[in-house]
């Protein structure tokens, strides 16, 4: 067995069953809180639980599925900035452009706190006044949908040089993140709209869980690069980058 395979081995002893298991769990969670929306939202039509409903309500913010959904961002950028203190001055992606990541997910859960996408309204509005048109949908939806675009071809490019497996992940998760924040809940938006209550309910629940859900991808890509494992010489556990070789 090569040095590099028994430092892989040592790595998946230590950093697997614990970062799969949280993994698991925090997708326990995120599945918890939306059989808890459909839950509550189902009983409330029988006896009125307002406190309980919002504070579980995944289409309201303040509340526990709001804390969640910008936890799971922050540890993305958590994560991320671990990349970037690990990575060396001859790293590719080097040290700033971890950074980005780190400071693009933060700017994510700090949205999510505060909805700052929801400022785009006016933007929108303007739009469509000086377009003589209208968009049956969130105003925000066309000029967040420009920084969408312009957000995903930095990712693209930023992501050339990431090893195969890592650069897959994160594409991957930025595509079910955006699939939730901007086409389901332009979907949503049309629903809303038309009053299609029905099925406003159930988009939110999906847009949610792409949300959360794209976040968990991106977590379990970043955990197979940023891996744990013990020292041989002070047998202490220690955090690394994976070797992309």
Excluded at 56 to 62: I, P
Excluded at 72 to 82: E, T
Excluded at 104 to 117: C, P
Excluded at 168 to 183: E, I, K, P, T
């Amino acid at each position: 067995m090569t040095e590099s395979s028994t430092a892989e081995r040592r790595a998946a002893e230590i950093a697997g069953p614990p970062a799969r298991r949280v993994l698991w769990f925090a997708a326990g969670i995120t599945a918890s809180l939306l059989v808890a929306d459909l839950a509550t939202r189902a009983y409330n039509h029988y006896d009125s639980i307002p406190a309980i409903r919002r504070l579980v309500n995944v289409d309201v913010e303040a509340n526990l599925a709001t804390w969640w959904n910008s936890t799971l961002l922050l540890a993305v950028a958590g994560m991320a900035l671990v990349a970037a203190l690990l990575s060396g001055g001859a790293a590719r992606p080097g040290r700033l452009s971890w950074l980005g990541l780190t400071a693009a997910t933060a700017l994510l859960s700090v949205d999510e706190t505060v909805s700052l996408h929801e400022r785009l309204g006016e933007v929108g509005r303007s739009w469509k006044r000086w377009a003589g048109g209208s968009l049956p949908t969130h105003a925000w939806i066309l000029p967040g949908a420009v920084l969408a675009a312009v957000g995903t071809v930095c990712a693209v490019l930023w992501a050339r040089r990431l090893p195969r497996a890592l650069r897959r992940g994160l594409l991957g998760a930025l595509a079910v993140y955006l699939g939730g924040a901007l086409l389901a809940e332009a979907f949503n938006g049309w629903a809303h709209e038309h009053s299609y209550n029905t099925v406003l309910m159930l988009g939110t629940v999906v847009e949610e869980g792409l949300e959360m859900g794209g976040c968990l991808v991106a977590l379990a890509a970043l955990g197979r690069y940023v891996v744990l494992e013990r020292d041989p010489a002070s047998g202490r556990a220690v955090v690394r980058l994976r070797d992309s070789g």
